[in-house]
């Protein structure tokens, strides 16, 4: 006889209750520190104050509140925002044609460097799950954090549409460091495409969230598309498929916000949702107004970071 | 089979006397062979033993040997000359000799894709000693084919065998996957040219133009070969697709017997007003019976659906009554049966195990189905080459063969029963492809920059009015211009809006209620006219009768019955209100005007009529919905007072008027590149005269074609006037103001179109009128005057002279860039119902998009992508299930179903129901 199907908020209140969801007593990242992690030097005019909430529940809130969207002339009231003042990147050059890069350091964002330490030494401890995992996916090659590249896409659209945002964590001697490949316009793809196929070349294991059905075959399909030569072939571990198979039977869904929510314990507050992206993007080559940029770079880096952080949380393979 | 015994059976039956008009024979032909071409793959031969082959007959070896030289081949020769042989051995030969080769052969039908799927296989497999089979083997791809199918195509086909749909809006938008497919392509085979004519050919050329694109891009460089039935200008065609230079191949050197055709008139029945000859039906009946009685395999063309069905359950009941046995070996062939039905039949006929076959158009392309010795033409199918393709279907090697033509009791089937030279003594139709038209293009772009950014080398494969359509789409915000090229700037994928064949790809399922199968499929278009309470339905010959018509689910569902009649629907399309008037001006006396219209597809009453005897028992509303469609017409307003100066000279200026309506949709295909079928008529709408003459495209929101004849006004409507007063006939004829009856215009199986033909007398005083001002009195002078002074002195016979050679060039100014942004503005406006409010003075001038709402997704714009909406049903579906089912939804959810039930829940697509039918069929004992 097959369980009872419960109710997305049954399930919630009983995860709650045996101790999941969001904690009530962990340290929050401040709201200055995530400011500082993106380093938006300017802020709006009209900023609202943050609404009454759960204070110390939040990650991080966005500088513009975010609205549904209204036509153009209403929505923004301020003066735009340039991308190349209001986030610290530069342009680089490649074969294939410039892009921005944005690095963000364990300087720049403090919750790098807890999550960090602790990835360097489960890596390094054979009984924890983190390495179990590891080891199942590259075996017989001996992983180190410097051999491990984080990847996770940002796209413009459905299907075969172009992608405009590849954010990678590598690791930077002693700690974590992100990088987000940023096409300022749709004729940079084809560099954003390059600068993460040379990224990956050097490294032994690409980690991802739901990479192998979409992201990197998505990419590979990029990659013809825009004719970059790919000839990457990394071991590849996809989140996804170990998340859903511990985590399954306990929570409403695997995707990452759940988990960030429910395993990870955090919360975004006034995160840009996935599906706004396309357009906001398209919004910003098309207005040249980076409010919504902003967000979509914060959005990926903390994907990113997540990713990082529920490995950390893998608990101990089974034994047999 | 020996014809001329079976001609003089009939000729001295006195039940059938007089009823053969015309007999027409063609001699017999001799083949000509020719050895194989040298250096072929000794696999090649293998290749031929399997499919029972010895040698290659000359055109054949001909093409065969041009295709490996690296030439682009169209094969134009005849019915079953071996067509499909000339590019499977040249593929055959580069899949061995490379192994990265790919190649794509396209179908218009998924049938026939599947079709030369399988004999292409059997081949293969047929080869001894191959190393790889399985790398050889052709991958079917189309709607059908499962996620894990379309990957294995993607990855690892090298043969696959496609429709345009699949290339359009699966292959091409993905392309970055296809990597491998598109670099390796070496071959790209385009079967059944023909069919690629008018709105059709232009999309296709397109689709084809952006295939060349990427291959390029990849490093691919394919050869094309085509193949088409008879046509007039088979190279042109085939060159206006691809837009490459071909070598023509046409001659056809394969044996044949001779063929005679017979024309058959049924008696006349005097009893009846409505009815002045017996039902060709029933006729057709009769002598396929004979036929088959005779052991002769025949074949029986009929127009519609319903006339293929109901012809097959005559043949089957009176052969059952005969106590021959043969009942069995007779079958009916359509389109909507499923896939193994058909694939049963197929192979039944090919096989030689039946022994008759009463099909709809859907056997006229090349399906292999193996020769048969007589055909039945029940009503002349309205293109002389689709006549020519139908009779081919007849005809086994040397032996000799027959074909009839039955005539439907209607003017242009009589007509022909009088003038066979209408059919014997003219070339065949030429097409051209109107594949630069900028409405066509403005689509093809969008879907063009979305696939890859569109340069400046683009500009030029895309036709005269790229630059402005670039323009155009880049002012609507679609696409940005970036370092020297254009790029898609939107998050929607524009393929899907982008539609091949206009109208009509939502699709209706038929399930029949008592074993839950699902029988039959039919596009939505159809099904609205077919399925009202109280139809009754054929499959396999069998009545049913409807139960359900789910018209926003496209569900129907069906139960067996058995009843002595079957119901005619009489249904119609209009023009049911003018929305927006683009342009008017004065044309003559009259006003010409363009704009944008509603028109409707109506079904407003059925009839139930007898079996054989066709009796109307009763007619009944059908409570049908009508069907809604955005379409761009133009019209001409006749000055009030001249319909009674018609009748003051005792003519009926309606009957004229419709005339006029006739004779210019025929005569437009000399003006401007289109088909005769893109254009429909009617007379007076909702906010306008009765007497205002609409013509309206067929395809949604115009392909410019109403713009272009609006313009040309003067001379269309002049050359209309010399063809009415110049034609030799009393008072109509088809060559003038009678209708041939298309697919698209069948109104009622055995009426047809009912009534006689229009008035040319009339219809000369009206627009003799309207263009010269002449006062009726005048104009019936003219008409009696000797020939000379009507003009011209020889009978204009519009379908001979030769259609343009060259498409027409929309003028690039500033209407055209307004029309161009219109239609996208349109096509992101939510589908009005018909019945919303309408003005009945419409406004007059062109209309643009506000600039803030240009930003906006187009799916935010438009409530639903269907553009096919049923008029009387302002509720939205979510609206009308809250408003039905209020206390339902706080009820507990029912308990757990057993996993052995069908799992089918209400809320289900009809994909998901047919999928869980399937598993549940095969689940039970």
């Not at chain 1, 735009?80 to 680089?92: A, Q």
């Not at chain 2, 191959?130 to 990855?155: C, F, H, K, M, Q």
Request: aromatic share 8%; glycine share 6%.
């Amino acid at each position: 006889m097959p369980e009872k199907r419960k109710s997305r908020n049954d399930l919630a209140a009983q995860l709650a209750a045996r101790g999941y969801g969001p904690d009530q007593n962990a340290k929050p990242i401040s709201r200055d520190e995530i400011r500082r992690a993106v380093r938006g030097k300017r802020t709006p005019s009209h900023q609202r104050p943050p609404s009454a909430g759960p204070e110390q529940e939040i990650i991080y809130r966005r500088d513009i509140p975010r609205q549904s969207p209204r036509p153009p002339a209403r929505r923004r009231t301020g003066p735009p925002v340039i991308l190349e003042e209001s986030i610290e990147g530069m342009e680089m050059r490649h074969t294939h044609g410039k892009g921005f890069v944005v690095t963000t350091r364990a300087d720049d964002l403090e919750a790098v460097q807890p999550i960090s330490t602790r990835f360097k030494a489960l890596l390094a401890t054979d009984t924890s799950g983190l390495f179990a995992r590891v080891n199942t996916v590259c075996t017989p090659t001996r992983i180190e954090p410097q051999d491990i590249i984080f990847m996770d896409v940002e796209s413009t659209g459905l299907g075969n549409s172009p992608l405009f945002l590849i954010g990678i964590m590598i690791w930077n001697g002693s700690v974590f460091e992100i990088q987000q490949f940023f096409a300022r316009n749709y004729a940079e793809e084809a560099a954003v495409v390059a600068f993460f196929l040379d990224a990956c070349s050097a490294k032994k294991l690409l980690i991802t969230f739901n990479g192998k059905s979409f992201d990197f075959p998505y990419i590979r399909a990029r990659a013809a598309t825009t004719r970059v030569p790919f000839t990457i072939d990394p071991y590849h571990l996809d989140m996804l498929h170990v998340c859903r198979r511990i985590w399954k039977k306990r929570l409403p869904n695997c995707k990452l916000q759940t988990l960030e929510t429910f395993i990870c314990k955090r919360r975004r507050h006034g995160d840009i949702p996935g599906s706004e992206i396309p357009d906001a993007y398209h919004d910003y080559v098309r207005s040249s107004d980076a409010w919504q940029m902003v967000d979509v770079l914060k959005h990926n880096l903390l994907d990113l970071l997540t990713m990082a952080d529920l490995m950390n949380r893998f608990p101990a393979m089974e034994v047999e | 089979m020996d014809v001329k015994l079976f001609l003089d059976g009939l000729t001295k039956d006195p039940d059938y006397k007089d009823q053969i008009a015309h007999i027409h024979t063609q001699p017999p032909r001799e083949a000509v062979f020719a050895e194989l071409p040298d250096g072929l793959h000794p696999s090649c031969d293998a290749f031929l033993k399997g499919l029972n082959l010895a040698r290659l007959y000359q055109h054949q070896a001909e093409a065969v040997e041009a295709l490996l030289k690296g030439e682009n081949v169209i094969l134009s020769s005849g019915t079953a000359s071996g067509k499909s042989l000339c590019y499977q051995l040249p593929i055959l030969q580069t899949m061995l000799d490379d192994p990265e080769a790919t190649a794509l052969m396209v179908f218009p039908a998924k049938a026939l894709a599947r079709d030369q799927a399988v004999a292409w296989n059997n081949g293969v497999l047929s080869i001894p000693g191959i190393v790889e089979p399985r790398s050889l083997l052709a991958i079917p791809y189309d709607g059908d084919s499962s996620a894990a199918d379309r990957r294995t195509a993607r990855d690892s086909s090298r043969l696959l065998v496609t429709n345009p749909e699949m290339i359009h809006s699966n292959m091409i938008p993905g392309h970055g996957r296809w990597l491998r497919f598109l670099r390796g392509l070496k071959f790209i085979v385009i079967d059944e040219v023909h069919t690629y004519t008018g709105f059709f050919g232009a999309n296709m050329a397109n689709v084809l133009r952006r295939l060349g694109r990427l291959c390029e891009h990849y490093g691919g460089n394919p050869q094309y070969v085509c193949c088409s039935a008879t046509m007039g200008n088979p190279d042109q065609v085939a060159e206006l697709l691809t837009g490459k230079p071909f070598r023509l191949i046409d001659s056809n050197t394969s044996a044949s017997g001779s063929r005679t055709f017979v024309f058959w008139n049924p008696p006349r029945i005097k009893t009846r007003k409505w009815r002045g000859r017996r039902s060709a039906n029933v006729e057709a009946h009769e002598l396929m019976t004979k036929l088959v009685m005779q052991r002769t395999p025949t074949i029986c063309f009929s127009k519609a659906r319903n006339t293929a069905e109901m012809i097959y359950r005559y043949v089957r009941d009176s052969l059952k009554a005969s106590g021959s046995g043969l009942a069995d070996q007779v079958i009916p062939y359509r389109g909507g049966y499923s896939a193994e039905e058909r694939r049963e039949m197929e192979d039944g006929l090919r096989q030689g195990k039946l022994l008759g076959v009463s099909a709809t158009r859907a056997l006229e392309l090349g399906i292999d189905i193996g020769m048969l010795d007589a055909c039945i033409i029940v009503g002349y199918p309205g293109l002389l080459s689709a006549f020519m393709q139908q009779a081919g279907r007849a005809g086994r090697g040397q032996s000799d063969s027959l074909c009839i033509l039955v005539g439907i009791d209607t003017p242009i089937n009589q007509y022909i029963m009088q003038h066979p030279q209408y059919v014997f003594d003219r070339p065949i139709e030429r097409v051209v492809i109107d594949r630069d038209n900028p409405f066509v293009v403005l689509g093809h772009m969008r879907c063009a920059s979305a696939e890859l950014p569109v340069t400046q080398k683009d500009v030029t494969l895309f036709g005269y009015a790229a630059p402005l359509i670039l323009e155009v789409l880049e002012e609507n915000k679609k696409i940005t211009h970036h370092q020297d090229a254009w790029y898609h700037a939107a998050k929607e994928a524009p393929a899907p809006e982008v539609r091949l064949r206009g109208y009509g790809d939502e699709s209706t399922v038929i399930t029949d209620v008592n074993t839950g199968r699902i029988i039959d499929r039919m596009d939505k278009f159809r099904a609205m006219r077919l399925f009202y309470d109280g139809a009754i339905y054929f499959h396999r010959g069998d009545t049913y009768a409807m139960v359900d018509h789910d018209t926003e689910r496209n569900l129907v569902t069906v139960k067996k019955v058995d009843v002595s009649y079957y119901t005619d629907p009489v249904t119609g399309t209009a023009v049911d209100h003018i929305d927006h008037i683009l342009e008017q001006r004065p044309l003559g006396t009259g006003q010409a005007h363009l704009g944008e219209v509603y028109a409707v597809l109506n079904t407003p009453i059925y009839e139930k009529v007898r079996f054989y005897s066709l009796d109307r028992i009763s007619q009944h509303p059908t409570g049908l919905p009508s069907i809604a469609y955005e379409a761009m017409a133009f019209w001409l307003t006749a000055p009030p007072e001249l319909p009674e100066q018609v009748r003051r000279v005792d003519l009926n200026p309606e009957s004229g008027m419709r005339g006029i309506l006739y004779c210019v949709s025929r005569i437009l295909p000399l003006f401007l590149t289109c088909d005769m079928n893109d254009f429909d008529w009617s007379l007076g709408c909702r906010n306008a005269e009765w007497h205002t003459m609409f013509w309206f495209e067929f395809y949604l929101h115009g392909i410019g074609n109403s713009e272009q004849c609006f313009d040309r006004m003067e001379t269309i409507l002049a050359t209309a006037l010399e063809h009415l007063l110049t034609c030799d006939c009393d008072d109509g004829c088809p060559n003038c103001t009678s209708r041939i009856i298309t697919p698209y215009h069948v109104r009622n199986i055995e009426l047809g179109e009912g009534g006689g033909p229009y008035s040319r007398r009339a219809a000369v005083v009206v627009l003799n009128a309207i263009l010269r001002g002449d006062s009726a009195a005048e104009s019936v002078k003219l008409l009696t005057s000797s020939r000379q002074k009507r003009g011209q002195s020889f009978l204009p016979s519009i379908v001979d002279k030769p259609r343009l050679t060259e498409p027409n060039r929309m003028p690039l100014d500033r209407r055209t860039r307004e029309l161009l942004l219109r239609k996208l503005e349109r096509s992101r406006h939510p589908m009005q119902s018909v019945d919303h409010v309408i003005d009945l003075k419409p406004q007059v001038g062109p209309r643009a998009e506000s600039e803030d709402t240009l930003g906006q997704a187009d799916a935010a714009r438009r409530s639903q992508h269907s553009a096919i909406r049923h008029a009387a049903d302002p509720l939205s579906r979510k609206l009308r299930r809250k408003l039905a089912s209020p206390a339902e939804k706080k009820k507990a959810p029912p308990p757990p179903v057993p996993p052995t039930a069908t799992p089918i829940q209400g809320g289900d697509s009809v994909a998901r129901r047919a999928r869980l039918r399937k598993k549940g069929d095969r689940g039970q004992p």
